[in-house]
């Protein structure tokens, strides 16, 4: 099939009664200008039973998993200038914060850990006060350390459970992922 225009779209419509394996779609773009240089996108992969992720070690991931940890990686302080993140694909997960200490600021303008669900940020967390246990939504929530460039701390340590998502719905999280959405 040859398109003229600049962009087409590609829509998979399903009414959720009968699954199948899907399609793959391979194209070619004639006379498209040449890609600038860009990190590569991050591979999903898919973990059964509890996962350990460290920032520090899995930065860019995105993982389907039920239960874990993820920490920043760098016992026993974090590192200066930093900005890593992981997403995790479930649903209705809950986070509990095992440790945390992360340089305090009143608007968190140091250091922060930020929540994300489904790309919309749910949570700022910085200082070393005990945080609740967070429900979360959605069908995917990413976990971000960013830190400046002088005072480190202990960094973090969070638990989460999550249900399993369908393999619809861990197909478009990791489309959406990898997309930028």
């Not at 391979?26 to 999903?44: K, L, N, S, Y």
């Amino acid at each position: 099939m040859q398109l003229d225009g600049d962009e087409f779209t590609v829509r998979l419509v399903t009414d959720g009664s009968v699954t199948a394996a899907g399609f793959e779609l391979r194209f070619e773009c004639a006379g498209a200008p040449t890609p600038t240089t860009a990190p590569p996108a991050p591979v999903p992969t898919t973990a059964s039973g509890e996962v350990g992720l460290t920032l520090k070690d899995n930065h860019g991931a995105v993982v389907t998993a039920t239960s874990g940890t993820i920490d920043d990686g760098y016992a026993p302080m974090y590192e200066n200038s930093l900005r890593q993140s992981v997403t995790v694909i479930g649903r209705n997960c809950l986070l509990e914060f095992l440790e945390f200490s992360v340089e305090g600021h009143s608007s968190c303008g140091y250091d922060v850990v930020t929540i994300s669900v489904d790309g919309a940020v749910q949570e700022r967390l910085c200082g070393s006060d005990a945080i609740a246990p967070m429900q979360l939504g959605g069908g995917r929530f990413a976990v971000e350390l960013k830190t400046d460039g002088s005072v480190r701390d202990a960094g973090f340590r969070i638990a989460f459970t999550c249900e399993a998502p369908t393999a619809f719905e861990a197909l478009a999280a990791m489309t959406n992922h990898v997309a930028g959405m």
